[in-house]
């Protein structure tokens, strides 16, 4: 079959991945195609978590005709058995359907899986193939490859800033900047992350609860950076959703640390950096992200203030950033981001895969940190190698996908 068809084939797949939406969390979505004589002859995608893997749906769908055809999938089949798996190994299903050729668009980055799918499968006789250039497929489930490759929590950036920059006017009024459909869309942002962070600035200014409540979605763990554990134990948080809340700080005040776990709020102590407010706010950004990882916190939608911002940005700790823009000016007053220290323009931060839509009279400007699919891929590689289960050494065939859906 020719390249061109695989490439058609592999987009497919990804637009059916899609379907399964915030319903697979934590799982990844995944789609799958199973193609007999260049004619799609059944299709599956993953539901929800716990249900069926996408191979496995189109499987059971196409019976007989799968004999001697080729499976597309967005992810290397799943190749192990544990207790807390829900369902059997794909590579399973794959040789005793009679596939005779896979089609991949990324290997996983699960150390327990990464290559063995592939070489499980190729040990039984099917030819593999895997694209070459992945970015488009790990797009579809940046939480999910950023967790597995990382064991860090992929963290997307978010701001609403005005046509010249400013998050706030000078003396910190921000209400509102952009409108109730950009703030609809912020919430479902929130809706789709394992929990949003704001600075102590932000929750003394605002106030805010930091709930989805413009939208029907599930409401993040709220998460404060304050280093000198200096929120009130009558803020909104506090008082709203002291069991949701996590608090990192670099304050040592055992009292203040009682009077706040005493109302059920989870406090994370890390180390203080050495630098001013603008490099780090006082908290080892990096530390703080190892931290919440171990509370089981995946991904990390971080929403302000300017100095927060500003501090995974400094640190490189950033995955990708969506920001609302709206038509106004406001001079003087509080930017998007500080000091980055850069030298010139070419030096600029810029992001990589950027997508600028409309929405109304504001623009919502989303994109990747430009290095993050490298990373992915050096993460998952040493995870593997490292990892006690990824036993087979493995040279893919590769089909040459460049497009970037």
Avoid at 352 to 368: F, I, N, T
């Amino acid at each position: 079959m020719c390249h061109t068809c695989d490439e058609r084939f592999l987009e497919s797949a990804a637009t059916l991945a899609r379907k399964g939406g915030a319903d697979v969390a934590p799982n990844p979505q995944v789609g799958a195609l199973v193609v007999a004589n260049e004619r799609v002859v059944a299709e599956g995608y993953h539901a929800r978590y716990g249900g069926p893997h996408a191979e496995a749906e189109a499987l059971d769908v196409a019976g007989d005709a799968a004999r001697g055809a080729t499976l597309y999938c967005t992810l290397e089949p799943c190749s192990y058995d544990a207790p807390d798996k829900h369902q059997p190994p794909c590579t399973r299903r794959i040789i005793a359907a009679g596939i005779s050729r896979v089609v991949i668009g990324q290997l996983d980055p699960n150390p327990r899986v990464r290559g063995n799918g592939v070489a499980i499968l190729r040990e039984a006789g099917v030819e593999v193939v895997v694209a070459d250039e992945p970015g488009p497929f790990l797009r579809l489930n940046p939480a999910f490859n950023t967790w597995m490759a990382s064991h860090r929590p992929e963290v997307h950036l978010k701001t609403a800033m005005s046509l010249d920059g400013r998050i706030a006017t000078a003396d910190g009024n921000s209400r509102w900047i952009t409108d109730e459909t950009a703030r609809r869309r912020a919430h479902a942002l929130r809706g789709e992350a394992d929990a949003v962070a704001v600075g102590i600035g932000t929750v003394l200014a605002d106030d805010p609860l930091l709930t989805t409540r413009l939208v029907a979605a599930p409401d993040a763990r709220p998460v404060v950076f304050d280093s000198s554990l200096a929120i009130p134990l009558s803020s909104a948080l506090v008082r709203g959703r002291p069991r949701d809340l996590i608090v990192v700080t670099a304050a040592t005040e055992a009292d203040r640390r009682r009077d706040l776990e005493r109302r059920g709020v989870t406090v994370v102590p890390v180390n203080s950096t050495s630098g001013s407010h603008e490099e780090g706010g006082r908290v080892d950004v990096a530390e703080a992200l190892v931290r919440l990882g171990e509370l089981g916190i995946r991904s990390l939608l971080v929403e302000g203030g300017s100095r927060l911002v500003t501090s995974f940005v400094r640190r490189d700790l950033f995955d990708r950033m969506t920001a609302f823009v709206a038509p106004i000016l406001l001079g003087a007053g509080i930017p998007a981001v500080g000091e980055l220290g850069t030298a010139s323009v070419a030096d600029a931060r810029r992001l990589a895969h950027v997508r600028w839509e409309p929405l109304g009279d504001q623009l919502v400007c989303s994109g990747y940190h430009p290095r993050w699919a490298q990373r992915v891929l050096a993460w998952g590689e040493g995870a593997a190698r490292g990892g006690a289960t990824a036993a087979h050494h493995y040279e893919p065939e590769v089909l040459h996908v460049h497009r970037t859906g």
